[in-house]
């Protein structure tokens, strides 16, 4: 019955992460032990909303644990009337499911991504949080991210895209929107921000 009533709250936004906090025995400590479930949560409150929501447009979010969604969605979306969903788009495959529904629902999917200017700086504010996962979490979210980002444009080219980059002047996160002057650019750049787990562990380190 718990779960259950978390279909009933706006479904403007949706957040794995908020779910997490509804369940019994939740500590920001033992985050990554309900990640799953929440996630499994999360996506059913989606396909409710894609049925009720009378708006079109659907935001899903993209970007690795720590890269500023959270403060994006507060500076920019905070008055948007349509659905977003909030989480990292971490595989291709979860991307296509979530594009697919929300196309048979007759909706517009659009993916907006963060994407942190310094990986080093991204890591550091992941290691500060109250919610604690393990450092692979990091690793896989911003590496999947990305390779999710491309696949995307690639294979979906059109699924619009809205790219940001994150960074932080005088300790405030600031965004800058990436514009292209064509398809092409925008695969260039996707191309070149690819990374490996392994590749983003060197990269923190170095």
Request: glycine fraction near 4%.
């Amino acid at each position: 019955m718990r779960l259950l009533s978390l279909y009933f709250v706006p479904p403007e936004l949706i957040s794995a992460d908020e779910v997490k906090k509804t369940f019994e025995g939740y500590h920001p400590s033992k985050v990554e032990k309900f990640h799953t479930r929440s996630a499994k949560v999360a996506d059913k409150m989606l396909e409710v909303s894609l049925k009720k929501n009378p708006e079109k447009e659907v935001y899903l979010m993209c970007g690795g644990t720590a890269s500023g969604k959270t403060e994006f969605l507060s500076e920019y979306l905070d008055t948007f009337d349509g659905i977003v969903f909030d989480g990292t788009l971490a595989t291709p495959e979860g991307a296509h499911i979530k594009i697919r529904k929300i196309q048979k629902a007759k909706k517009i999917p659009i993916i907006c991504a963060v994407i942190p200017l310094n990986l080093h700086v991204a890591f550091t504010a992941f290691l500060h949080r109250e919610r604690k996962f393990s450092d692979v979490h990091f690793f896989k979210t911003h590496a999947g991210a990305r390779k999710t980002l491309l696949w995307v444009a690639e294979s979906m080219p059109h699924v619009e895209l809205r790219l940001y980059r994150s960074t932080y002047i005088e300790k405030k996160m600031v965004f800058q929107a990436l514009t292209f002057e064509d398809y092409v650019q925008q695969i260039e750049f996707l191309r070149n921000i690819q990374y490996t787990e392994d590749g983003i562990l060197k990269e923190i380190k170095s």
